[in-house]
């Protein structure tokens, strides 16, 4: 938790430079006088995600994070290297034999007063439910892009639901340390792929083996770039050189110093200007370059999420049945909780809910209520999940704890001191696979029944129980889902299951003005009829030429494939 004695930034784009290297040059600190309003704690905070297609290098770009954080907190599926990767991750078989990171995980750390929290997102596309809601959770996201590389399929995706909750997305280009694609040719990749402006902050000057550092495109200032020693600690950023200092490119090579000046030259006129309104409006990227592995770059990009990555935002809601906007000032204690977590320490059976403090001070042993007026006693709260796990104190919006359930406790839930607040936007999606699931054991028909239930609240799948007949559908976003589930109900719940074709291959919720025409329906389609697992009406089609039918047919009633709670 932040300290007292901590400095905090303002936040706004007039920061006057600082002389020291590796300084924060947009931020001016400010003495933190020791305040804890919600409001004061929330301006520090910066909430953000980082999104990359496998092997961009997010893992290591997180460990760099860390590190400049200092105190280093991991938690869930953040990959260690080789060993202390395998044994970290051991809680989920199948994210070590797949070698991906399988389930989202959150971490805070602390640079220059600022408090930072990292949500980690799943890197597979089949998990991209599970992307979405930890978004929702998110102020920004940072997209990681491979230099040689560019924009890959999985970035493409993740970015298309970061656009779905108009995140404002800062973009981090990596491994330019290796031969890298022409940064004209990245910027206007992401341009053409992602109708997104983009305005490079810094511009490299090379690549890979003459890679030289770069220029810091509106101050005018070069940060060279220098090789860090195996085994050496820290940044690899050396002291900011000054235009018109004699030190100024000192030491890069005449080729690439005329190659820099000639491409910065062409990037201050051919790309926009940062525009810090477009960039929070979703309209306009500023691209960073560096190195995640040489943590070269790693400390402007901080840089720039603390100047101009939104605090945490006002969140939609609905009190008592009015639709409002909670701001973080709000003095009541409110958030929601946007993924539930199974066994993050082998050794402990638990479920924890992972809750986005969205207002006021939130502090140990309070009473939070859900929606449903269900009270709950917060004695246990954890700041960090997974091996190292700490007790939280206190929490600020922004802020996301882990609150250890037995149950109970849903994805999308909304919990508050009064219990009249209603979070809106953490959709279930309709699942694009369907498949049925029976136990080979037949006795354990209860068991599987209840382990389905309690993985559906935790989000791994969708359990659909049709009005008719006794087995259960479950429906998965992608294919992967179903490994996950196979592997936990063996692993978990002692169960052997069969996945077997469904006759279905679409769900729609369904819902209509009148109850009675609602109704009429359900009772007309009662064989393809099925209840999710909040007893909510589902049809299940067998084709998406089926839906469409019913629907044409059925003018009434409305078919959605997003379902909000
Ligand atoms: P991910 O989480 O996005 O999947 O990527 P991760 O960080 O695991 O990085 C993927 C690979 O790219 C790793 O190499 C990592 O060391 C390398 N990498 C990451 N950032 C940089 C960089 O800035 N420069 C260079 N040259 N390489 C980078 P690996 O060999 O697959 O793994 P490891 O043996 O190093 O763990």
Redesign the pocket.
């Known amino acids: 938790m932040p300290h007292c004695d901590d400095l905090a930034y303002r936040l706004n784009p007039c920061y006057q430079p600082r002389s020291e290297p590796n300084s924060n040059r947009h931020l001016k600190p400010i003495p933190n006088t020791c305040m804890s309003d919600p409001a004061t704690e929330a301006a520090r905070r910066r909430t953000f995600a980082i999104i990359?297609?496998?092997?961009?290098?997010?893992?290591?770009?997180t460990e760099s994070l860390l590190l400049a954080g200092g105190a280093i907190h991991l938690a869930g599926a953040v990959?260690a290297?080789?060993e202390a990767r395998r044994t970290r991750s051991d809680w989920m078989k199948i994210e070590r034999e797949r070698g991906i990171?399988v389930s989202s995980s959150v971490m805070m750390f602390e640079h220059r007063g600022l408090v930072f929290n990292l949500l980690d997102t799943p890197?597979h596309e089949d998990f991209s439910e599970d992307t979405y809601r930890t978004l929702t959770a998110a102020d920004s996201a940072v997209m990681?892009l491979d230099a040689a590389k560019g924009i890959e399929p999985q970035t493409l995706k993740l970015f298309e639901v970061c656009r779905l909750r108009d995140i404002p997305i800062t973009t981090f280009i990596?491994?330019?340390?290796?031969e890298a694609l022409d940064p004209f040719a990245l910027l206007d990749e992401i341009h053409a792929k992602l109708a997104m402006d983009t305005a490079p902050i810094y511009w490299p000057a090379a690549s890979g083996q003459r890679f030289a550092g770069m220029l810091d495109l509106e101050a005018d200032e070069f940060v060279p770039f220098r090789r860090l020693e195996a085994g050496e600690s820290g940044f690899a950023n050396l002291e900011r050189q000054q235009r018109g200092d004699g030190d100024f490119l000192d030491g890069v090579s005449p080729e690439v110093r005329s190659e820099l000046e000639e491409t910065a030259e062409l990037a201050r006129e051919g790309f926009p200007k940062f525009d810090l309104k477009s960039f929070r409006e979703g309209h306009l990227t500023p691209v960073y370059f560096?190195?995640?592995?040489?943590r070269f770059g790693i400390l402007e990009l901080l840089e720039g999420l603390a100047a101009y990555a939104p605090a945490p935002r006002e969140q939609h809601a609905s009190i008592k049945g009015v639709e409002t906007d909670v701001s973080a000032a709000r003095d009541e204690v409110t958030g929601f909780v946007f993924k539930i977590q199974a066994n993050m320490d082998p050794k402990h059976r638990d479920r924890v809910g992972f809750f986005r403090v969205c207002s006021g001070r939130f502090r140990r042993g309070m009473t939070l209520k859900t929606a449903a007026g269900k009270p709950l006693n917060v004695h246990n709260p954890m700041m960090f999940m997974a091996q190292e796990r700490e007790i939280a104190d206190e929490a600020y919006p922004g802020d996301v704890i882990g609150i250890p359930s037995h149950g109970g406790l849903r994805v999308g839930d909304s919990l508050s001191q009064s219990g009249d607040v209603v979070f809106r936007g953490i959709p279930n999606f309709a699942p694009e696979i369907l498949k049925r699931v029976r136990v080979r054991d037949p006795l354990k028909q209860k068991h599987l029944r209840r382990a389905l239930e309690s993985l559906g609240e935790e989000g791994v799948t969708q359990v659909f129980k049709p009005m008719i007949g006794a087995d259960l559908v479950v429906g998965a976003v992608g294919a992967l889902q179903f490994d996950v589930l196979d592997e936990r109900m063996k692993a978990e719940y002692g169960l052997d299951v069969l996945f077997e074709p469904s006759p279905y291959q679409a769900a729609r919720w369904v819902s209509a003005d009148s109850r009675a025409d609602l109704e009429a329906f359900i009772e007309k389609s009662i064989s393809q009829m099925a209840e999710d697992i909040d007893g909510a009406p589902v049809f299940l089609g067998k084709s998406a030429w089926e839906i469409g039918y019913v629907r044409e047919k059925n003018p009434k009633i409305r078919f959605g494939d997003v379902k909000e709670r």
């Open positions: 990359s297609h496998p092997d961009a290098g997010k893992t290591t770009l990959a290297r080789g990171s890197g990681v990596n491994k330019m340390d290796r560096g190195s995640a592995l040489r």
